[in-house]
């Protein structure tokens, strides 16, 4: 039977790439999405994975969503937690809505559900978690202090998690993306990207691939005595 994988924000962007390679590698994949139901319908007919609409910042949301998902397919293996906003601005300009949306959608989740999912890893003696960071929660970005934050805690939170979850068969490990090629990058001026690839040593943006393809690396059974480390893959942008 194939290891099944949870990705939250698993229909769009990252999370898509996400989705598809590990269905190529043949995990049962499972996606969540928040709103956009015809982005969600077009994956779902298209690859064949199946998706659950819940919020990934409402625990009461993700009980009933992981309760369910485990009735119809036996267990999560897996969880890759993708999904995030954010709403930036710089702080004097900060609204307390924006800053409580990043973090409770981009670090709440987190806990959501990792708390959600852990009883049954333990009871099976395996698991694998992989929290999506970002290089701008490892150097800090103009604008971002509710997503940098966010994502600077995912870091300390993976660290923690992984040594409760070692000694139980489960890893958790962290990747910090760079600037990826994804709609919302390619949404930014002309001149502002190629501010931003100039920064980049290997001389261009990443690809949703690129990321996809170390979460396959760290959720592999054969990745067991990897964890609490977090993976940078951001053509060197960011060496840390």
């Not at 009980?63 to 119809?72: E, H, L, M, P």
Request: with cysteine; hydrophobic share 40%.
């Amino acid at each position: 039977m194939s290891r099944v994988a949870l990705v939250t924000g698993g229909t769009r962007g990252i999370g898509k790439a996400i989705s598809l390679h590990l269905k190529e590698h043949g995990y049962t994949v499972i996606a969540n999405y928040s709103s956009n139901n015809d982005a969600a319908v077009a994956f779902h007919k298209k690859h064949g994975i199946p998706v659950y609409q819940f919020d990934v910042s409402d625990f009461s949301a993700c009980q009933k969503a992981v309760k369910q998902i485990t009735s119809d397919y036996g267990h999560i293996d897996i969880l890759v937690n993708n999904a995030g906003i954010t709403r930036d601005s710089t702080l004097h300009n900060m609204t307390e809505e924006n800053w409580h949306a990043v973090l409770d959608t981009n670090l709440s989740s987190c806990f959501n559900l990792c708390r959600c999912v852990i009883d049954g890893m333990r009871e099976r003696e395996f698991g694998r978690i992989v929290n999506i960071g970002s290089i701008n929660g490892q150097a800090g970005q103009y604008g971002q202090v509710n997503y940098a934050a966010a994502k600077s805690g995912i870091h300390g939170f993976t660290k923690a998690l992984a040594q409760e979850g070692a000694g139980k068969g489960i890893t958790v490990n962290a990747i910090a993306p760079g600037y990826i090629a994804t709609d919302m990058v390619r949404a930014v001026p002309e001149k502002v990207l190629e501010k931003i690839i100039a920064k980049i040593p290997v001389g261009r943006l990443g690809d949703a691939e690129d990321i996809a393809r170390g979460v396959g690396f760290l959720v592999a059974d054969e990745a067991g005595f990897i964890t609490g480390s977090t993976l940078s893959i951001n053509g060197g942008q960011h060496m840390y």
